[in-house]
C-alpha cells in the first residue's frame, strides 16, 4: 500500500455468499457500507419465487475515513481483502456509488445485470426522465431492446439494464 491512504469508497472482497454477513457485521461495527441487491426469479422444477441477490458477487463497498479504519474493517468476520488492480487499490468515487444506488433502486430498470466486456460501438446518452435524471449511459445495440451501459471505471465494470427509449437525450 502507498504511503498515504486516500479517503472514500473501496472495494471489500468477501467470502462468497457471505455479502449480507459482512454488510451487517460492519454496519453494526459503526462502519458506512453498501451492498447493492437486485430482484431476480429463481426457477425450480415445480415453482418461481423473487429473491435478491448481491449485484457484485463477494463484493461489498466500504466508505473508508481514517487509515485505523482501512486496517479494522479487515477484522469483520467472512472479509478477505480489498479488490486491487496492480499495486493501486480499486476505489470507487462518490459518483459512481450514486449511479448504483439509482440503478438498483429504480424499480422501473429490468434485467439489469453487470459485464467486464467493453463494447467497441454505441452512442453516449444522457438519461433526462425518473430517478435517473442526468446519468451519462452508453446504448447497446441487442436483441432490439433498449439496452444502456453505465461504466464503474474503478471496477472496471459495466451496469447493464434496459430502459425506456423515451428516456434518452444526447449527451452533450
Given at each position: 500500500?502507498?504511503?498515504?491512504?486516500?479517503?472514500?469508497?473501496?472495494?471489500?472482497?468477501?467470502?462468497?455468499?457471505?455479502?449480507?454477513?459482512?454488510?451487517?457485521?460492519?454496519?453494526?461495527?459503526?462502519?458506512?457500507?453498501?451492498?447493492?441487491?437486485?430482484?431476480?426469479?429463481?426457477?425450480?422444477?415445480?415453482?418461481?419465487?423473487?429473491?435478491?441477490?448481491?449485484?457484485?458477487?463477494?463484493?461489498?463497498?466500504?466508505?473508508?475515513?481514517?487509515?485505523?479504519?482501512?486496517?479494522?474493517?479487515?477484522?469483520?468476520?467472512?472479509?478477505?481483502?480489498?479488490?486491487?488492480?496492480?499495486?493501486?487499490?480499486?476505489?470507487?468515487?462518490?459518483?459512481?456509488?450514486?449511479?448504483?444506488?439509482?440503478?438498483?433502486?429504480?424499480?422501473?430498470?429490468?434485467?439489469?445485470?453487470?459485464?467486464?466486456?467493453f463494447p467497441k460501438v454505441g452512442e453516449i446518452k444522457k438519461i433526462n426522465y425518473g430517478s435517473?435524471?442526468?446519468?451519462?449511459?452508453?446504448?447497446?445495440?441487442?436483441?432490439?431492446?433498449?439496452?444502456?451501459?453505465?461504466?464503474?471505471?474503478?471496477?472496471?465494470?459495466?451496469?447493464?439494464?434496459?430502459?425506456?427509449?423515451?428516456?434518452?437525450?444526447?449527451?452533450?
Amino acid at each position: 500500500m502507498s504511503t498515504t491512504l486516500k479517503l472514500g469508497w473501496y472495494v471489500l472482497y468477501v467470502r462468497s455468499c457471505q455479502e449480507k454477513k459482512v454488510h451487517q457485521l460492519l454496519q453494526e461495527n459503526q462502519f458506512e457500507s453498501f451492498l447493492p441487491m437486485i430482484k431476480t426469479v429463481r426457477q425450480w422444477s415445480d415453482r418461481k419465487k423473487t429473491i435478491y441477490k448481491p449485484f457484485f458477487p463477494s463484493y461489498v463497498f466500504v466508505n473508508i475515513r481514517s487509515p485505523k479504519e482501512f486496517h479494522n474493517v479487515l477484522n469483520v468476520k467472512e472479509a478477505c481483502a480489498y479488490i486491487r488492480f496492480g499495486k493501486e487499490y480499486a476505489r470507487v468515487t462518490d459518483k459512481e456509488i450514486d449511479q448504483i444506488m439509482l440503478l438498483v433502486g429504480d424499480k422501473n430498470i429490468i434485467d439489469i445485470e453487470t459485464s467486464v466486456v467493453f463494447p467497441k460501438v454505441g452512442e453516449i446518452k444522457k438519461i433526462n426522465y425518473g430517478s435517473l435524471n442526468g446519468l451519462d449511459c452508453e446504448i447497446i445495440e441487442a436483441n432490439n431492446c433498449n439496452k444502456i451501459i453505465v461504466r464503474i471505471d474503478s471496477l472496471q465494470q459495466n451496469i447493464i439494464a434496459t430502459i425506456p427509449l423515451h428516456s434518452l437525450i444526447l449527451a452533450s
